[in-house]
């Protein structure tokens, strides 16, 4: 089957929408759940009425960004070598985000002085912990699986199948 581009932007927009939607998901469960538990209903859903939104909008520059730098050009070398099924798409997304979270987890961690996560050592005398390297790469996992869902919804909105028409017969 063949596809050709025809809204790489609004793929990238709806991308980035949904990125940024999943992600402040992932951050506002959480605390909808403890909220729920503690048995205050209301302001647990005014807070999240509150909070939601801002992080949707954060989250979805945050993706834009990545999505222009980072999957771009990538992005770029595949279409014009001509792999524009969904499948290449799913494999780019997971890809980039997981070098990129892999990345970026093992660069801060060390910068922002993150040395323990539920009273477990993740760095111990300058070296990762066998339970921080399980966290880093727990977190790129699930962060590349994010990245491929916003990749096939990118695809999705970006392309269409080519329709050729069935050979004339011959006359």
């Known amino acids: 089957m063949t596809y050709q581009l025809k809204h790489p932007f609004l793929g990238l927009l709806a991308g980035a929408l949904f990125g940024g ?31 939601m939104p801002t992080m949707t909008i954060i ?8 999505l222009v730098f980072i999957a771009s050009p990538a992005w770029v070398y595949l ?46 005398d300058g070296r990762r912990t066998f339970y921080g390297w399980f966290i880093v790469l727990k977190d790129a996992v699930l962060f590349a699986n994010l990245g491929g869902m916003v990749a096939l919804v990118i695809w999705r909105v970006a392309y269409r199948q080519v329709v050729t028409p069935p050979p004339a017969p011959p006359s």
Do not use: Y
């Open 79 to 124: 279409h014009s070598s001509g792999r524009t099924h969904p499948k290449h798409a799913l494999l780019l997304g997971l890809t980039t985000c997981f070098v990129v979270s892999l990345g970026v987890s093992l660069v801060a961690s060390l910068n922002m002085g993150m040395f323990a996560v539920d009273g477990r050592a993740l760095i111990l």
């Open 21 to 51: 939607f999943v992600v402040s998901l992932w951050f506002s469960v959480p605390g909808l759940l403890s909220g729920l538990a503690e048995g205050e209903p209301q302001q647990t859903l005014q807070e999240l009425r509150d909070f």
């Open 59 to 66: 989250a979805a520059i945050i993706f834009a960004f990545g």
